[in-house]
DNA sequence: TATTGACCTCAACTTTACTTGAGGTTCTAC
DNA sequence: GTAGAACCTCAAGTAAAGTTGAGGTCAATA
């Protein structure tokens, strides 16, 4: 309350000049819901200062973080995976290209997994889904069996089910 | 297993021999945990009746039930849509194949969509993340733009963020 | 200066999909 | 006829990813 603020609205012009936002603001940019931001921070995911009146400050980094985190959310990884990948990330500069390629090489790799086993997936549900062998060891939808399973414990029927 | 011993005792041999299963071999044959079954019960996506000392029988049909379960879900699907979508499986009859093909007609939709979607943002992955586009409005990763985005909450950003 | 909106922390609640455990009953085998 | 495996119910716990609310502070403005 003690500062000496001469004209209107200096304070929150001098931040935004400086490229600092308010938790209310990322939210806003990022569309996601202040609570959300307040747990990424929790997380480890994405981090911000604090004024002196305890308020947080984030630069702008954090939008594109923000959007990174969605991003791979939406492909399905877990955000303990995501915040691994951003710890990747340099601590002190804005990461460049590079940077943001090497994570992101990661992800295509895991995404490129999914979309060849959601597409197995469905060519095979058709065929399966209502033949009768999908309970018998040797449907090949409970069979994945082309790839080493990564979801654990493969099959090991060894008797006809149905 | 072992072979196949003739008078083991004549009330499991009948059991058998009529196809009735308790939960634990059910447990056993479909790869899934006991709780997981009552679970799925609790739930009205698989159904049995009692014996007079009030334990679990099921009919055959119920492997495959589960082992749809497990399929749906591996594709993303919740159980509370996989039970809707097993509840119009005939109630009485053991289901033809006519009845399984209408059930994962529906699934083959979404799962297309999904692959779509991946691919789409596996696509654009590589290039957007690195390019600084990502936190802009006009970022195609962020705007999935060319469906009707089913998410909600299409994007809504005026200005350029970073 | 006073108000009001934005922010703070921390705890508790929500949903999905189960698992674990306690306490008790039933089956099956020897 | 009894040990022990398998089963039963119900309550509570777990994990992920947040949301909601209470109680209190900070900051921009009329």
Not at 35 to 54: C, M
Not at 59 to 79: E, Y
């Amino acid at each position: 309350m003690s500062g000496t603020n001469k004209k209107k609205t200096v304070a929150s012009f001098d931040r935004k000049g400086r490229g600092e936002m308010t938790v209310g603001e990322v939210a806003e940019r990022s569309d996601v819901a202040v609570s959300a931001l307040h747990f990424y921070e929790s997380k480890g995911l994405i981090s911000s200062w604090r004024t002196s009146g305890n308020q947080r400050r984030y630069s702008r980094d954090v939008l594109r973080r923000v959007a990174i985190i969605k991003v791979a959310q939406s492909t399905g990884i877990p955000l303990a995976e995501i915040r691994q990948a951003l710890a990747t990330l340099p601590d002190g500069r804005t990461p460049t290209a590079k940077d943001w390629a090497k994570l992101s090489a990661g992800w295509r790799e895991d995404l490129d997994q999914r979309i060849r086993q959601l597409t197995q997936l469905r060519d095979r549900l058709e065929g399966c889904i209502g033949c009768g062998c999908l309970s018998m060891q040797s449907c090949p939808l409970r069979n994945p069996g082309d790839r080493a399973a990564e979801q654990g414990g493969g099959a090991h029927y060894l008797e006809s089910d149905i």
